[in-house]
């Protein structure tokens, strides 16, 4: 008769159970079976979780988490400056378009090129504080936004910046993290 050592306790000359089971496992008793199982779904426990764990990790540096943390860190920054540039005060801030003065969180950040050209999406000279019925409704009227970047750094601005939106040029994701680390500066300025 041949011998085998036990799986979980290492001990030699296995018992009447262990030879009957012993080309499923092979163990010296019910308890050291229980325990070898144990261990297993333990150790099984173990690598689930580090797996999602990295997934997390992966998700939270993937280039979408980031530009969703830019684009919010970036509307507050606007939204702080214009309110203090317009009305002085971190309450209430002017709508650029139609001169009406409303709250710090009813107001937007409006970009007068698209947020979908990245050139120019956290560019200061893009992005205004606008009112959600002139971002929203009358999006049309992007001419009057045009006009009041002109009138506000100097004329043919609005030309330069749709001129620089139409480059394409792709974000990696250091340029992003940079961008997040630049934009978290001026607003520790700001508040």
Not at 42 to 49: G, L, N
Not at 155 to 162: F, L, Q
């Amino acid at each position: 008769m041949r011998t085998y050592r036990c799986k979980n306790c290492k001990t030699k000359n296995p018992s009447e159970w262990e030879i009957i089971l012993h080309w499923v496992i092979r163990v010296c008793s019910k308890q050291c079976r229980l325990d070898l199982l144990n261990e297993k779904k333990r150790k099984e426990k173990e690598k689930i979780k580090i797996r999602k764990e990295k997934k997390r990790e992966k998700k939270r540096n993937s280039a979408s988490v980031l530009i969703r943390k830019a684009d919010t860190l970036f509307s507050r920054y606007i939204r702080l400056r214009d309110s203090l540039k317009t009305t002085w005060n971190y309450e209430r801030c002017k709508c650029i378009t139609c001169d009406n003065i409303y709250d710090y969180w009813e107001i937007q950040n409006w970009h007068f090129a698209s947020r979908r050209f990245y050139q120019t999406r956290w560019l200061e000279k893009n992005c205004n504080a606008q009112c959600y019925m002139c971002n929203v409704w009358l999006w049309w009227e992007q001419y009057k936004h045009g006009k009041a970047i002109d009138e506000m750094y100097w004329e043919w601005t609005a030309e330069k910046i749709m001129q620089m939106a139409k480059r394409m040029e792709k974000l990696d994701k250091e340029e992003i993290k940079q961008t997040i680390e630049n934009i978290q500066i001026k607003l520790k300025e700001y508040e």
